[in-house]
C-alpha cells in the first residue's frame, strides 16, 4: 500500500521561506514523476510543481522562480523549498504523483497535507 506523508508546514510572514518534505513509500519511488498540489480555501486543490523521474522539473507560473521541487531517490522523498512566501501562497499542500502530464489524475490516496499561511 503507498503511504504519502508530507510535514513541513507552518505559519511565516511575507517574505519567508518554508521547505515541505513528503515521504513516499510502498512504490518503486525512483520510477514515478512526483508532483506537489495545494487546496487553497475555496479553491479546488491545483497542481503547482512536478519532477520527473529524470529529474527534470515544471512548474506553474506563479510560483516559478521562488519554489523549487526537488527529490531525494535514495530517502524515497520529495521536497518543495517556497521562498518569498506570498498570503495568496496560503494553503495545504499535498503530494502524489500523477498518472498523466503536471499531476494529472493522482494515482494514490492523498495524505493529510501540511498546512502553509502566510500572513502578517
Known amino acids: 500500500q503507498v503511504h504519502l506523508v508530507e510535514s513541513g508546514g507552518g505559519s511565516v510572514q511575507p517574505g519567508g521561506s518554508l521547505r515541505l518534505s513528503c515521504r513516499v513509500s510502498?512504490?518503486?519511488?525512483?520510477?514515478?514523476?512526483m508532483d506537489w498540489y495545494r487546496q487553497a480555501p475555496g479553491k479546488q486543490r491545483e497542481t503547482i510543481a512536478t519532477?520527473?523521474?529524470?529529474?527534470?522539473?515544471v512548474y506553474v507560473h506563479n510560483i516559478e522562480g521562488r519554489f523549487t521541487i526537488s527529490r531525494d531517490n535514495a530517502e524515497n522523498m520529495v521536497y518543495l523549498q517556497m521562498n518569498s512566501l506570498k498570503p495568496e501562497d496560503t494553503a495545504l499542500y499535498y503530494c502524489?504523483?500523477?498518472?498523466?502530464?503536471?499531476?494529472?489524475?493522482?494515482?494514490?490516496?492523498w495524505g493529510q497535507g501540511t498546512q502553509v499561511t502566510v500572513s502578517s
Open positions: 502524489n504523483s500523477g498518472l498523466r502530464g503536471f499531476g494529472i489524475n493522482p494515482r494514490f490516496n
Open positions: 510502498g512504490i518503486l519511488f525512483r520510477d514515478y514523476n
Open positions: 519532477i520527473t523521474s529524470s529529474g527534470n522539473t
